[in-house]
């Protein structure tokens, strides 16, 4: 389960045109900003990467909005996000080992950022209703491979509930907000 001492929170390339291109975008986008907001309150670490920004545009204004001041934006030209040597810094100063993830496509970048992740020792939970890619079959191919690979594939209301673990919980009333 997931253990908010020890999690931090990766967004991949919630971008316009991505989000646009998507087959589910539109939820992709709304369920990622909640888990944004979640980690926000909750002062969850978050790192938020941008394939080419300079094409793909820059990060959605949901997913900024509902984003933490202290949230660190990479841009990236590698699929996997882990292979860029800022993601490296980021996850090191966290000192975190469970990664919950979100992100577009889930097929490429979202899948080979997991993989990497989960080869380097991390416990990676991947936000299925918070994830997207360009059609469904390769959707569901990716999320058939992440669980082989050993990816925890989940969902944004289980993973809230996980983060509080109690309605005694000081943050309970506003992130069960998020749900309703």
């Known amino acids: 389960m997931l253990d908010i001492k020890n999690?931090?929170?990766?967004?991949i390339d919630i971008?316009?045109?991505?989000?646009?291109?998507?087959?589910?975008?539109d939820l992709c986008e709304e369920k990622a900003a909640k888990i944004c907001k979640?980690?926000?309150?909750?002062?969850?670490?978050?790192?938020?990467?941008?394939?080419?920004?300079?094409?793909?545009?820059?990060?959605?204004?949901?997913?900024?909005?509902?984003?933490?001041?202290?949230?660190?934006?990479?841009?990236k030209s590698s699929f996997s996000a882990y292979s860029e040597s800022e993601f490296h810094q980021e996850l090191s100063k966290s000192n975190k080992k469970q990664v919950i993830i979100a992100g577009i496509e889930l097929h490429i970048c979202v899948l080979q950022t997991a993989v990497d992740l989960i080869k380097k020792g991390y416990e990676v939970f991947i936000l299925k209703d918070a994830c997207t890619s360009r059609n469904k079959d390769e959707f569901d191919t990716g999320i058939e491979l992440l669980k082989q690979y050993g990816a925890k594939i989940t969902c944004l209301e289980i993973v809230l509930f996980q983060l509080l673990k109690t309605s005694?919980?000081?943050?309970?009333?506003?992130?069960?907000?998020?749900?309703?």
């Not at 999690?7 to 967004?11: A, E, F, G, N, R």
């Not at 971008?15 to 975008?25: E, M, S, T, W, Y």
């Not at 979640?38 to 509902?66: D, F, R, S, V």
Request: aromatic share 6%; glycine share 6%; net charge positive.
């Open 38 to 75: 979640t980690a926000n309150i909750l002062n969850i670490p978050t790192i938020i990467t941008e394939q080419y920004p300079k094409g793909l545009g820059h990060t959605t204004n949901a997913i900024m909005t509902n984003t933490a001041d202290f949230a660190t934006i990479i841009e």
């Open 7 to 11: 999690c931090l929170l990766v967004i």
């Open 15 to 25: 971008q316009d045109k991505l989000v646009k291109a998507g087959f589910n975008g």
């Open 168 to 180: 005694q919980n000081k943050h309970f009333k506003e992130i069960q907000a998020l749900i309703k």
